[in-house]
């Protein structure tokens, strides 16, 4: 087989966050390296695939794959790096393991996260740069696109992504088991720290309707609350405001902040509606005894964490069941693959044969004076018929799956028969 499909890259396992980030194809870079990977010689189609957690450069090659050294050089370009740095931090996979490597990849069964969807849509965000660039060819558009099929199916198929796999996410999810929806919802924050925010972006995203913003720093509540288009609320006003939350969060530093006894006399004030408290503080802000109370719904870190491990177990046990259907999608895309080699011949047998119809042709009509236009027509219809059922059964012989060493032979026997060696 001429062609070589290979993969150059590293990723989250296999090197730091300082040297991805380096080698991380930005706007700009990433075009220059892909103008200089295809001045190679032997590089007929190159994709680069650059996101946080990973940087690959797939590319099909006529000589089979180039080395790592040399490849590592368009890596680094631009960068200030040099080979020696990143070599070792480097992987690669040739053929049928560098199809099934892009196809893990697309389904995310090799993120950090298995199952994270926003993978496939940078891949192909990335692959429509490289078509638009003319860099990807057909051998790179089938295996890309099959990949997204790919990833479809085994997203379709398993409970991959059934699972969040995030503590904010997952405060989320909870919390819509407590309400039957989480629509015009408020939420109360109190604290400005980085994990309550980020459960706070997600309840908006789940549609809850209003958020407030309780912090120490009173101007820091503000600038939160102004970023999240929520209400500021001073601290010591907390309890004013608590009966109109359904969902509250602790993120703020320094310990408790909300205890049973005031939860019970909230309880009694909203008239048993149920509130759902998050606790992501650590020491943390709300008594653990707020749990015994009626309509009272805590969950603090531990438990959070602990929802999360088994969601990503779950997952990991789906993940088996995605890597088989990767399996099954790789031995097909192989077979495939391993038929370009024959595709040339086919090619050179038809145009050969066709050459040999034209000619004749001409060469009969020519003979036959007077001979109107439907006649000709009926004439090369004829003819084309007997080249394409002459040509049928040899065609399929070819095409047909047999060892490679006797595909070896039936093409080397194909070409001297017919004298094919020079038109390939």
């Given at each position: 087989?001429s062609r070589?499909l290979s993969?150059?890259g590293?990723?989250?396992r296999?090197a730091?966050?300082?040297?991805r980030?380096k080698l991380?194809m930005?706007?700009g870079?990433?075009?220059g390296v892909?103008?200089s990977?295809l001045?190679?010689?032997?590089?007929e189609e190159v994709v680069l695939l650059s996101?946080?957690?990973r940087v690959e450069?797939?590319?099909?090659?006529?000589?089979?794959p180039?080395?790592?050294?040399?490849m590592?050089g368009f890596?680094v370009e631009?960068?200030?790096?040099s080979v020696?740095?990143c070599?070792p931090?480097?992987?690669?996979f040739?053929n049928?393991?560098?199809?099934?490597?892009?196809f893990?990849?697309?389904s995310?069964l090799d993120?950090?996260?298995?199952?994270e969807p926003?993978?496939?849509?940078q891949?192909k965000?990335q692959f429509?740069?490289?078509?638009?660039?003319h860099?990807a060819?057909p051998v790179?558009?089938?295996?890309?696109?099959?990949?997204?099929s790919?990833?479809?199916?085994?997203?379709?198929e398993t409970?991959?992504?059934?699972r969040?796999?995030s503590?904010?996410s997952?405060?989320?999810?909870?919390?819509?088991?407590?309400f039957?929806?989480?629509?015009?919802?408020?939420?109360?924050?109190?604290g400005?720290?980085?994990?309550?925010?980020?459960?706070a972006?997600?309840?908006?995203?789940?549609?809850v309707?209003d958020?407030?913003v309780?912090n120490r720093?009173?101007?820091?509540?503000v600038?939160?609350a102004?970023?999240?288009?929520?209400?500021?609320?001073?601290?010591?006003?907390?309890?004013?405001?608590?009966?109109?939350?359904?969902?509250?969060?602790?993120s703020?530093?320094?310990?408790?902040m909300?205890?049973?006894?005031?939860?019970k006399?909230?309880?009694?004030?909203r008239k048993?509606?149920?509130v759902f408290f998050?606790?992501v503080a650590?020491?943390?802000?709300?008594d653990?005894?707020?749990?015994k109370?009626?309509?009272?719904?805590?969950?603090?870190?531990?438990?959070?964490?602990?929802v999360?491990?088994?969601?990503?177990e779950?997952r990991q046990r789906e993940?088996?069941?995605?890597e088989?259907?990767?399996?099954?999608e790789v031995?097909?895309?192989w077979?495939w693959f391993e038929?370009l080699?024959?595709?040339p011949?086919?090619v050179a047998l038809r145009?050969?044969?066709e050459e040999i119809?034209n000619?004749?042709?001409e060469?009969?009509?020519?003979k036959l004076n007077?001979?109107s236009?439907?006649?000709?027509?009926?004439?090369?219809?004829?003819?084309?018929?007997?080249?394409n059922?002459?040509l049928?059964?040899p065609?399929s012989?070819?095409k047909?799956e047999v060892?490679?060493?006797e595909?070896t032979r039936?093409?080397?026997?194909v070409?001297?028969l017919f004298s094919?060696e020079?038109?390939?």
């Amino acid at each position: 087989m001429s062609r070589q499909l290979s993969i150059l890259g590293l990723n989250h396992r296999t090197a730091p966050v300082e040297l991805r980030e380096k080698l991380a194809m930005t706007e700009g870079r990433g075009e220059g390296v892909l103008a200089s990977l295809l001045t190679h010689d032997h590089i007929e189609e190159v994709v680069l695939l650059s996101t946080c957690n990973r940087v690959e450069i797939v590319y099909c090659s006529r000589e089979g794959p180039i080395e790592t050294e040399e490849m590592t050089g368009f890596l680094v370009e631009g960068t200030g790096l040099s080979v020696d740095e990143c070599v070792p931090y480097l992987y690669s996979f040739e053929n049928r393991e560098a199809v099934r490597h892009l196809f893990r990849v697309a389904s995310s069964l090799d993120s950090m996260v298995v199952g994270e969807p926003q993978i496939l849509g940078q891949m192909k965000e990335q692959f429509d740069a490289s078509v638009d660039a003319h860099s990807a060819g057909p051998v790179l558009h089938r295996v890309f696109h099959k990949s997204f099929s790919v990833a479809k199916r085994v997203r379709s198929e398993t409970g991959i992504a059934s699972r969040t796999v995030s503590v904010a996410s997952t405060a989320v999810d909870l919390a819509s088991h407590i309400f039957e929806s989480l629509e015009g919802r408020t939420v109360l924050l109190i604290g400005a720290g980085d994990m309550g925010e980020t459960a706070a972006r997600h309840f908006q995203g789940a549609g809850v309707k209003d958020i407030m913003v309780a912090n120490r720093t009173f101007e820091n509540g503000v600038a939160l609350a102004r970023e999240l288009g929520g209400t500021p609320i001073p601290l010591e006003r907390l309890s004013n405001y608590l009966p109109l939350a359904d969902l509250v969060v602790g993120s703020a530093g320094g310990g408790e902040m909300l205890s049973a006894k005031e939860v019970k006399g909230l309880m009694r004030e909203r008239k048993g509606r149920a509130v759902f408290f998050i606790d992501v503080a650590v020491p943390r802000n709300f008594d653990p005894a707020i749990n015994k109370i009626d309509g009272a719904y805590l969950y603090d870190m531990d438990d959070l964490s602990s929802v999360v491990e088994e969601n990503l177990e779950e997952r990991q046990r789906e993940a088996v069941k995605g890597e088989a259907i990767v399996e099954g999608e790789v031995d097909h895309f192989w077979l495939w693959f391993e038929k370009l080699g024959v595709i040339p011949t086919i090619v050179a047998l038809r145009e050969y044969a066709e050459e040999i119809r034209n000619q004749e042709l001409e060469r009969t009509v020519a003979k036959l004076n007077g001979i109107s236009e439907e006649d000709r027509i009926r004439i090369d219809h004829m003819t084309r018929s007997i080249v394409n059922k002459l040509l049928h059964r040899p065609t399929s012989v070819l095409k047909r799956e047999v060892r490679p060493d006797e595909e070896t032979r039936m093409l080397s026997a194909v070409r001297k028969l017919f004298s094919l060696e020079d038109e390939l």
